[in-house]
């Protein structure tokens, strides 16, 4: 146990097991808990969406009613919920504005006056609940929790003032971009809709403000805090992220996964557990695997795993440019995922045409999605960009070795195998060009051939520690930060 422990309050849009849409889920559902073994008391707040209320496994407890007033023309009445979770505590704040949300139409679709509301309520709760307990960091994620910093700092009470900030990029690409008649629902200066504030290109921009107004910026892998600090990655930020950097409020903290959810050794999922002392369960998994998808059961041939949103931004160009000349290996390709319409109809097709090598899966199926990392001997994430990354770590903890781009967090935590001496934990590429990609699965395909050498690097893949602990005292020490007063917007460096 920690000498100090610190109480925070972790705002996001989603969490793991309430509601998930992507990778922020796991990180508001893991991180929390992590830190909580530490010794901190960490909750998580977020909205309260119809499937976590009406669903019968949650037992959501009325706490409280707030009055939450955003500007002279629009107050609010919302109702806050408890929900006791193992090791965690979740409070969900239930207004109309989310009464449409679920999880087949993604949560984020919803109105954005939904998200100034919340952040609003937000700082509402905070000032309401004090008295029974008192955050001393509020965590925040993402665009949709972005203004929670700038109403916390801007609101003049006493709560507010000893209360720090942290906000966390999870991807840049998605930064909560609306039109400039937006700001005047927000219930802000008129003076913070300039260039120095939240204005953007003519527009107003949510995750600017939390950039401008935590104390601690940081995103999700040292790599990507670097490379957004360039144009190519910057999405049009990249000045103000340097500024941040020089001000040494701007850093990477690797992402971990959840090794009680994803454990070889007790998934539920997967036909057979296994470990890296014993890999006779993970011949099994691959065995169903490829029974699942109606092929006959080859132990010689390469199962290549895919589990994606189906973007742009996950490589699936280079994929599709290069899917004739893969298929010519000894491989299977066997996919779960979900986006795009022309990838969703491409890889349809895909399979349709190669059913002896393809499988392919439009949607979303959380115990496939296991099965396939079990099941799998390589795992394809060729990014073009990757602020973390969870499918590397999971196809690690696995044994499924990972084919991947060397940008973002896939170059934090894959390294390319050395075939001299053994070294590394999976098949790594750097030009974003289809012949790279080519390269990288050959390569691949090639040393599966020598089964002493591949399973060495399973083993040794799957005995590294990408588990959240690492990453909690990382977060601890960015929290002590900035209840130090060490940065420049608790210290007051930042001019109102």
Known sequence: MIIHPMRILFAAAEMTPLAKVGGLAD????????????????????????????????????????????????????????????????????SHWFDGATESTRIYSVEPRAYIFFCRAVAAFIERYAESWQP??????DWH?????????MLSHPVFESIGTVFTIHNLAYQGIFEAELFSQMGLPDHLFATDGLEFYGKVNFMKGGLLFSDQVNTVSPTYAREIQTPEYGERLEELLRTLAEQHRLSGILNGIDYEEWNPETDPHIPAPYNADDLSGKSLCKRALQQACG???????????????????KGLDLIKAISAKILQLPVQLVLLGTGDADYERFFRLLHKRHRAKVHATIGFDNAWAHQIYAGADMFLMPSRFEPCGLGQLIS??????????????LADTITDYDLTNGAGNGFAFRDYKPAALYDAVERAVNLFGDQARWQALMRHAMRQ??????????YEALYRRVASSESPVASGILGE
């Open 27 to 94: 990180v508001a559902g893991a991180l929390p808990k992590a830190l909580n073994a530490r010794g901190h008391d960490v909750r998580v707040i977020l909205p309260a969406y119809p499937m976590i209320l009406n669903h019968p496994r949650w037992h959501a407890e009325p706490l409280l009613e707030l009055t939450v007033p955003i500007h002279t023309g629009w107050q609010e009445r919302a109702l806050v919920y408890q929900i006791r979770l193992p090791q965690l505590t979740a409070y969900l704040i239930h």
């Open 136 to 141: 001393q960091i509020v965590h925040c994620n």
């Open 145 to 153: 929790t972005a203004l929670i910093p700038v109403y916390l700092r």
């Open 295 to 313: 092929w006959h059961p080859e132990s010689d041939r390469a199962v290549i795993g895919l589990v994606s949103r189906l973007t742009d931004q």
């Open 396 to 409: 690690l903890r696995y044994g499924t070795i990972p084919i991947v781009r060397h940008t973002g967090g």
């Open 465 to 474: 520690d990408w588990s959240w602990r690492r990453s909690a005292q990382e």
